[in-house]
C-alpha cells in the first residue's frame, strides 16, 4: 500500500529516474525529433538532466519544490532550444505550489497543473497542436479524477503517467501547428512529437519514484 | 560521420576558443562561450546581442566588431543557447544605451532571448527585440511557430550595427532592424542533409536524385522534396517566391545574397547568383549591391540560399558603412 | 553526384560570369574567362597574373584586386588554363613594368605559362616567374615532379601584391615572392573525395573510416590512408611535417592559416587552428597572423590543411598593408 | 597492298579517327587518370581533339604537316593540364618535319621521332618514369626497324601503334616519376598511364588512317 504523502525524499528519487530515463533515451528521443524537427530533443534532456542530477546531489533541499525548482533553474540554464525554457518554466511553476515538506494526492494535481499551465504560459500551444501540451493536458485530467476518487499519491502519478504515454501516442495523426514541426504541415502527420514523448517518460519516472 | 573533431560534447567550445583565438585583434570570449567585441562596450552607444545554435558559422560570432554585433551567443549545436550566456552577452554589450537582441524566429531561441531580457530588466538593462523571419519557405505563418529566421539576418545585423555605431537610441535602431526584417526575404535548399556531430547521422534522409527546397538551416526538412533539377531551375524555385512576397514590380533597387549552406562550392554559388541576378534584372529589378559566400550555414550542408533585401537609400548607406568582424569587412 | 550546376561543359564560364557580376565593383571579365582588376593595368606598376585549374575558388579570381593580382586565369575544372588566356592576362595586367606569373607548381601550369611566357617574350612584355612548391605532404622532390602549390599560394599573391603596389621592380617583386616560397610549408587532409562536374564521380575512394594525409587539392590522392582519428591528432600529422621542413625550433613569428577545402564546416577549422595554434606555441613559436578560411579548395571536399609563413619584419608589414578583393579584403 | 606515301588526306583521316577514339575512350582515359592522377586526361582530350576536327575540317591545309601544324595549335590552346602543351609540342615537332604533300616510310619514323622529342623537351621524362614517353619510345623504335626492313608507311604505323600499346601496357607495374601520379610513389604500381594509353589510341588512329 502506498503512502498518503509525498515527501523531498520522492522528489529526489524522481531526479534520479528522470535523469536515467533520459539518457536511457536520448537516442530514441533524438531520432523522433530527427524526424520531425531538428533532431536534438534527447540530447538537450540528456544534457539536461545531467545537469539536474548532480546539482539535486549537491544540494541540501528539503521540500519537493526546493528541489523542483532547482530542476527548473538548472534545466532552463542547460538544456536551452524550446524544451529548455518550457520544462524549466513548468519545473518552476510546480516548485512554486509544492514549497511543503508532503504534499498529498490533491498537492499532486495541483502540482501537475501548475507545471501545465507554465507551458501554456510560455509556448502559447493549444491542445492538439502536437506538442508536450499534448501529453500533459490528459494527464492533468487523469489526475484530477484520480485525486478526486481517493487515490494515493503513487496512483494518481500512475494515472497522469498512463495519460500522458497515451496521450503522446495520440500526437501521432496530428499536424504540429507549434515548434520546429509545424514547418512541415502535412508531412509532420505519422510521427510522435518528440516533446510529449519525453513529458511521458518524465511523467512515468515520477510515479515510479512514488511507488519505492 | 567524418568531421574534424575532437569529442561531439567539446565541439562548441573549442571552436569558439580557435574563432577566438584567430581572431583576437577583433574579439574577446566571455563566461559561457559568449563572444564579445574586444575593448567592451562602446559607452553611449545601443549594444547588439544575436545568438542561437551552433552550426551556422560565421554567424553569429563571425559578425561581432565594429559596425555590427557587440557580442554573440553560440548556443550548443542546432541548439539555442540559455538565457544565462545571453544575459552575459546584454551586460557586455551594454553601454548604457540600451540592447538590442536580434533573435531568429524559433521557438527556442524566442523563448531564451525572452528569458534573458526578463533577467536584464530585472538588472536595470533596457532590451529591445528583433525577431528575424525572413524565410519565405514556411507559407502559412498563421498555423506555424512562424515564418523562420535565416540569412537575411546577416543584413538586419550590418545594417542595424550601422545605426547603432551612429548613435542612433534604441527606439531609432530597433526601427531600422525592423525595417530591415520588414523588406528582407529568403528561401533555400538542400542538395544533401548535414550532421550534427553527437547525432552522428544526418538530419534527414535524401536520395541520390532528391533535394529538399525551402530547407531550414537547422536541418528541418522544407516545403517540398523535388528531384534533382538544374542550377538555373533550382534558383528559379527560390526566387520566385521571394519576388513574389515582397512584391517586386520593377523599378527596385535591391540586395542580392547568396548564401552558401556550408559544403557547397563558390563556384556553384557564382552560378546560383548569376541566374538569380538575370532573373532580376529581366524584372526590372537593380541589384545594387551583392554578397555571395558561406554567411549562415548548417554544418556541411550542400545547398544555397537566395536573399532579397529592398533598398531605399538610408539602407544603402546603412550597408556600405565600415564594418569590421572576422566574417564580413570593408571600410569603404 | 549532386550539384548546383546547369551543364558540366558550362561550369567554369558560368561561375566565373556570375563572380564577376557579383564583384564588379572590383573586377571585370576578359576573353577567355580571364578575370582582371577594374580599371585596367596600372602603369608603372608590376602586373600580377595568376591561374590555374578551376573549382579551387577564391583562389584565383577571388584574389585580383588592389594589394593583390592584376589578372587571374580560370581553367577547365582542375586543369590548368591554356596559354592563350594566360597571355591576354599578362597583357592586361602589364603596365609597362613587366609582370610576375604565381604558378602553383603542377606539370600542367608549368608547361602552359612557361609557353605563354615565350608568347609575351615575343611581345615584348617582360614576364618573371615565381613557382610556388609550399605542400609538403610530396617528400622526395627528386623522384617527383617536385613539391606542389598549395594554400601557401595565397600569400605569395598577398605579400608580392603588395610589394608590386608599392612600387618594386619586376626583380624586387619576384625576390619577394621567393622568398615568400621559401619560407611556407603546407600540408592537407581529405575526410571525403570531390567530385569534378563531368567526371561525375569522385576523384577517389575512401572508406567510411578513413582518411587521406597529404591530399594534394586537385583529388590527387595524398601520402597515405590512415583511420580517421580526432581532429587533435590529424592537426599533428599535417602540423608536424611543416614545422620539420621549416626546422623551426622557438622563437620564431609566424602566420597560420587554416585553410578549408570546401565542404568543411567553419566550426571545424576553428578547431583545427586551435590546436595548431596550441602546439605552435607550445614550441615557443608566436602565432603573430592568422587567416581561417577556404581560400584554395577543391570543390566540395571535406578536408583542411595547414599552412605555417615564417614571418621577418618586411613581411608581416607587406601582409598587413592594405587589400580589397572579392575573398580578402581590409584596409589596416 | 598498301601505298609507299601517305598525304594530306591520310592526316586528315587521322584526325577523324583519332577524335572519334579519343571521345570514345573518354571515361575510360579519365577513369585511369582518376586512379593515380586528377582524373580529367579523357575530358581534356576530347575537348581537344573535338576542337581539333573542327579547325582541321574548315581549313585549307594541303600537307601533311599544315594539317598536323593546325591539331598542334589547337590542342596547345583547347587541352591544358600537363597533356595540352605534351602533344601541343609533339604535334608542332612532328608538322615541322613533314610539311610536304607526301611522307614515305622513313619519313613517318622522322615524323614521329620529332614527335617524342618534343614530348621529352618539354617534360623532361626518360624512359620509365611512367609517361606518356614510355608509348612513344618503343614506337619511334619500332617504326625505326619497320622503315629500316622496306616496309610501307601504313606497315610502319601498325608496327609503332603496337609498341606504343605495348608500351602502354608496360607503365603498368612502374612508379610514377613525373606528372601527378609521381606524387603517389609506390601506390601508382599497379595502373596504367593515362598519357601512355592515350597516346597508343592516337598511334592506332593514325596506323588505321593509313589502311584506310
Ligand atoms: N510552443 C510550444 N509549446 C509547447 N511545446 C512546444 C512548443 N514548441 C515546441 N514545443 C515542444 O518542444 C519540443 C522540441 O524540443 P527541442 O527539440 O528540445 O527544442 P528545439 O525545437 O528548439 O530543437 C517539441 O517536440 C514540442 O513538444
Ligand atoms: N613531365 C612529363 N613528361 C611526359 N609526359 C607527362 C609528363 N607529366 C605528365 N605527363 C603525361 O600527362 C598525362 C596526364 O595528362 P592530363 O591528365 O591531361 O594532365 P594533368 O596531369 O595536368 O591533369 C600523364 O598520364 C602523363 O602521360
Ligand atoms: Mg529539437
Ligand atoms: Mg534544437
Ligand atoms: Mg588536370
Ligand atoms: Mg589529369
Redesign the interface.
Known amino acids: 500500500m502506498s503512502a498518503a504523502t509525498l515527501d523531498v525524499a520522492w522528489a529526489r528519487r524522481f531526479v534520479t529516474l528522470a535523469t536515467e530515463t533520459v539518457v536511457e533515451h536520448r537516442v530514441e528521443l533524438s531520432e523522433l525529433d530527427r524526424e520531425i524537427g531538428d533532431g536534438d530533443h534527447g540530447e538537450n534532456l540528456a544534457r539536461g538532466f545531467t545537469a539536474v542530477a548532480a546539482a539535486v546531489d549537491g544540494s541540501s533541499a528539503e521540500t519537493v519544490g526546493g528541489v523542483l525548482k532547482l530542476v527548473a533553474t538548472t534545466l532552463m540554464s542547460t538544456v536551452g532550444g524550446a524544451a529548455g525554457p518550457l520544462y524549466g518554466t513548468a519545473f518552476l511553476r510546480a516548485a512554486k505550489v509544492s514549497d511543503a515538506p508532503e504534499i498529498d494526492a490533491e498537492g499532486v494535481h495541483t502540482l501537475l497543473d501548475a507545471g501545465l499551465e507554465g507551458i501554456v504560459a510560455r509556448g502559447k500551444a493549444n491542445v492538439g497542436d502536437k506538442t508536450m501540451v499534448d501529453a500533459w493536458t490528459p494527464a492533468v485530467a487523469a489526475a484530477q479524477s484520480s485525486a478526486a476518487s481517493g487515490a494515493s499519491p503513487a496512483e494518481v502519478l500512475r494515472a497522469a503517467a498512463d495519460a500522458a504515454q497515451q496521450g503522446a501516442v495520440d500526437t501521432d495523426p496530428l499536424v504540429a501547428l507549434k515548434g520546429r514541426a509545424s514547418y512541415l504541415g502535412e508531412r509532420s502527420v505519422g510521427h510522435r512529437d518528440p516533446g510529449a514523448a519525453s513529458s511521458a517518460l518524465l511523467l512515468d519516472a515520477a510515479a515510479r519514484a512514488a511507488q519505492a | 560521420m ?6 561531439p560534447s567539446t ?2 567550445q ?6 577566438v ?3 583576437e585583434d577583433i574579439v574577446v570570449q566571455l563566461d559561457g562561450l559568449v563572444v564579445a567585441r574586444k575593448g567592451g562596450a562602446v559607452q553611449g552607444k545601443v549594444g547588439l546581442v544575436s545568438g542561437g ?3 551556422h ?2 554567424l553569429h560570432a ?1 559578425f561581432v566588431g565594429v559596425g555590427m554585433l557587440d557580442a554573440a551567443v553560440p ?10 550566456p545571453i544575459l552575459v552577452a546584454t551586460k557586455a554589450a551594454d553601454g548604457g544605451a540600451g540592447v538590442l537582441h536580434i533573435v531568429k524566429n ?3 531561441d524566442v ?2 532571448f ?2 534573458a531580457a526578463e533577467l536584464a530588466d530585472a538588472e536595470d538593462i533596457e532590451v529591445a527585440t528583433v525577431v528575424v523571419n525572413d524565410d519565405v ?4 505563418s498563421l ?3 512562424g515564418r ?1 529566421g535565416v540569412a537575411g539576418t546577416v543584413l538586419v545585423e550590418k545594417i542595424a550595427g550601422v545605426a547603432a555605431e551612429r548613435g542612433d537610441d534604441l527606439q531609432a535602431v530597433l526601427a531600422v532592424a525592423q525595417k530591415v526584417n520588414a523588406q528582407v526575404r529568403s528561401m533555400g535548399v538542400a ?2 542533409a ?1 550532421t ?1 556531430p ?2 552522428g ?1 544526418p ?2 534522409d535524401l536520395a ?1 536524385d532528391e ?1 529538399e527546397i525551402g530547407i ?1 538551416i ?5 516545403r517540398r522534396r523535388i528531384p ?1 533539377a ?3 531551375e ?1 534558383t528559379d524555385l527560390l526566387l520566385d517566391p521571394v519576388v513574389e512576397d515582397l512584391g517586386l514590380s520593377g523599378g527596385e533597387n535591391v540586395l542580392l545574397l ?1 548564401n552558401g549552406m ?14 538569380a ?1 538575370k532573373q532580376l534584372e529581366a524584372r526590372g529589378v537593380t541589384v545594387a549591391r ?3 559566400g ?1 554567411y549562415v ?1 548548417s ?2 550542408m ?3 540560399s537566395v536573399t532579397v533585401l529592398v533598398l531605399d537609400d538610408e539602407l544603402t548607406a546603412l550597408y556600405d558603412a565600415p564594418v569590421r568582424t572576422a566574417a564580413l ?4
Open positions: 567524418k568531421k574534424l573533431i575532437n569529442d565541439v562548441t573549442e571552436a569558439v576558443e580557435g574563432f583565438a584567430a581572431h545554435g551552433s552550426g558559422e560565421p563571425g548556443g550548443a549545436m542546432f541548439t539555442s543557447p540559455t538565457p544565462d524559433y521557438t527556442g523563448l531564451n525572452e528569458t519557405a514556411v507559407e502559412d498555423y506555424t511557430a523562420r542538395l544533401t548535414c550534427v553527437h547525432a547521422k538530419s534527414f541520390e533535394i531550414g537547422h536541418g528541418e526538412p522544407g534533382l538544374s542550377a538555373d533550382i547568396v556550408g559544403g557547397t562550392p563558390a563556384s556553384e554559388l557564382s552560378i546560383v547568383y548569376r541566374h541576378r551583392s554578397l555571395v558561406n550555414t554544418l556541411e550542400q545547398g544555397a569587412r570593408w571600410e569603404l
